[in-house]
């Protein structure tokens, strides 16, 4: 969170040791995730097994399983919930894909660049009907509850991007509402239903530890595209500008700027395609107005606001783990 | 389902028929379905309402309706469910529409047409969604099985038709598998789900009424292009030749071919596209092979197994609505 912590360790590292007291919890949740999809149908089959083959860091998962790991008695169903919890993710991910026509995802082709915008949408159906049956299965009322709100927020999230047409009046709290829903709902639900594995003790505790964890995730997210160097040109990549999304830094740089910069970035999101000129200079333009300091900010807030939900956690491994997450979270470079 | 019962009332009539002993519950339904996918965001309030606007026949929600009524002890909560039954409905047809690319939909602009690609496959995710939280309100673990097994099915389904390439080898036991999963599916979950809202002795018996008259409904619905004369032309329309998709009448017909009609066949699924020509021929070379009228006896068998599942309920109006659903489904003009 502070530039020591940042120099400290490379994220992939940083994300093995916050694994690591959950390790062989997360290779059974692999091997759950190929059971719940599993299908005769050979089309299915094929989309399941590029779908597991692209699957990422796991990072939802492995919070569910040190959630339920906070104390000592930890039920094995949280290998179940944490499944469904990826699966979900995923399904998300496909649906976004497809509305989004990107080609790729994790370094490999998506469902709708591979097989196509039809299978996508009906895969992102099957993988979510799916993660539902198998929470069905463990006829637990109180889970369907958590997971079925999050799915809804999820779309929610979708929706309020979608409906962001007029992209300059997306204000602060537009933005709060949209990453609670399309991120932070959904890393919320993972410590909560992890601790309803056996931490029910501090449900609510770790519901707001991951509550806040994923809005410091999204806006460390967004901040990349202002901050992070391409491998090609050693610039930030401006990718956002590019597609012409508002996030934290440019709302919070708008109203700072003079008319002259105001000008500029009016002109920026009123050309059909920017130039890497035009996005190079509004870059500058919300840095020197404070717009990314503003945001890295926010997000230590939040950072501090997941730091402190930890507070009344017993000393385990899981805990330390958690607390490791969100400097991982804080540091990520992709 | 005889030539009696096929001229005896038009068929819209006969739906108001149907759904006489159920005409109040209805309304409640539609109320229901209204409340549950409210949502503050505009843009979803205006998708909802242009989809509760173009809301069809609510023949599922009949079904559960008029299954919960089969006994003097109906449950109330059958509202409910029958509003997540339409939703679900909803829910998969708005996703179709997008796949297909379709631009109406009875009568009126589909999701994808009048607001965008997008907007549609999240809408449908939103429904979805809503309407699974509305069922775990009503914390019944075995309902919660039933319909998301169902989804699946649905989900299923539409893989089956998208994997299914090789147009001329799709068989009859896949075509079975087809409209099992893509229409008879929801029906039987529909009679099924109304039959645990207070006839839960009669379970099975309406989730096997459900299945067959799903069953004899789509083989209706897919003798419709071969038989029914449209307004223009005055000739069957054809469309699934014309999309090139194999229904049962073409399947019947294919091993009754000679190699010359065989070889027409095979030009009509090798052209990009097929004339109105080509169509017409190979109309009447199914209905010279007898695929057409085989495909009425079987649709006519099926309807016969739905009749004989009603055998052992009591004799109450619900059980005769029941059973003239049944013919209405034979008749379908459209």
Do not use: W
């Amino acid at each position: 969170m502070t530039g020591t912590a940042r120099a400290r360790v490379p994220a992939t590292s940083a994300l093995r040791e916050i694994q690591a007291p959950v390790a062989e919890g997360l290779d059974d949740v692999v091997a759950e995730m190929k059971r719940i999809v599993t299908h005769q149908l050979p089309l299915i089959e094929q989309v399941s097994g590029h779908l597991l083959q692209m699957r990422g860091k796991m990072f939802r998962p492995t919070l569910t399983l040190l959630a339920s790991e906070t104390t000592s008695s930890p039920e094995p169903r949280a290998v179940t919930v944490a499944a469904v919890v990826e699966l979900m993710h995923l399904a998300s991910l496909v649906h976004d894909d497809s509305v989004d026509h990107s080609a790729l995802r994790r370094g490999l082709p998506t469902v709708n660049s591979l097989f196509s915008h039809q299978v996508s949408v009906i895969m992102g159906d099957f993988l979510y009907s799916r993660a539902l049956e198998a929470l069905v299965g463990l006829a637990d009322l109180d889970l369907m509850r958590v997971l079925t709100a999050v799915s809804t927020q999820l779309t929610v999230g979708e929706m309020r991007q979608l409906a962001a047409v007029e992209a300059l009046a997306f204000s602060e709290s537009d933005y709060e509402a949209l990453i609670h829903a399309k991120t932070a709902s959904l890393l919320s639900a993972s410590c909560e239903t992890g601790a309803m594995c056996g931490a029910s003790q501090h449900r609510e505790a770790l519901r707001r530890y991951g509550e806040r964890l994923g809005m410091a995730f999204q806006v460390a997210d967004d901040m990349l595209d202002y901050t992070g160097s391409s491998d090609e040109t050693g610039k930030p990549s401006g990718l956002d500008l590019r597609e012409q999304k508002v996030t934290l830094p440019l709302i919070l740089a708008l109203p700072r700027l003079a008319p002259a910069g105001r000008a500029t970035v009016e002109r920026l999101f009123a050309s059909e395609t920017p130039s890497d000129g035009q996005i190079e200079e509004v870059i500058t333009l919300i840095a020197n107005a404070g717009g990314i300091d503003g945001a890295r900010q926010r997000g230590e807030e939040y950072a501090r606001q997941a730091e402190e939900a930890l507070d009344g956690l017993p000393d385990t491994p899981a805990r330390a783990a958690l607390a490791d997450a969100i400097l991982y979270v804080m540091d990520r470079r992709s």
